[in-house]
């Protein structure tokens, strides 16, 4: 089992910045891959982007592409989503998730379908 917790959520201006946090427990490992998405009001699930295993790959939305940074620290269990140039359409409930060890399958990572387990949520409201 795996438990996420998203954190750093809130209400910022246009153009502001937000870090966001996932932090993973229980059975972690190096090959888990971490996927980040969200969900406006009355809105599909959007793909935000992933960091797969350590040293792999990174791949973003095409919506995020140039303005949203994805990290990890592994000592800490946790990955990062660093959101710059927010926009208001960036207004959406963030939810971080882990597929456990990612590396050994062929996945479309952009599908919701491909993840083991789902944080709770964060709430990011950008105001125009």
């Known amino acids: 089992q795996v438990q996420l917790v998203e954190s750093g959520g809130g209400l910022v201006q246009a153009g502001g910045s937000l870090r966001l946090s996932c932090a993973a427990s229980g059975r972690t490992g190096s090959s888990d891959a971490t996927g980040w998405f969200r969900q406006a009001p009355g809105k599909v699930r959007e793909f935000v982007g992933v960091i797969t295993w350590s040293g792999g790959p990174i791949y973003y939305g095409d919506s995020v592409k140039g303005r949203f940074t994805i990290s990890r620290d592994n000592a800490k269990n946790t990955v990062y989503l660093q959101m710059n140039s927010l926009k208001p359409e960036d207004t959406a409930v963030y939810y971080c998730?882990?597929?456990?060890?990612?590396?050994?399958?062929?996945?479309?990572?952009?599908?919701?379908?491909?993840?083991?387990?789902w944080g709770q949520g964060t709430q990011v409201t950008i105001s125009s």
């Open positions: 998730a882990t597929k456990v060890n990612a590396a050994l399958f062929s996945l479309n990572y952009a599908l919701d379908s491909s993840y083991d387990y």
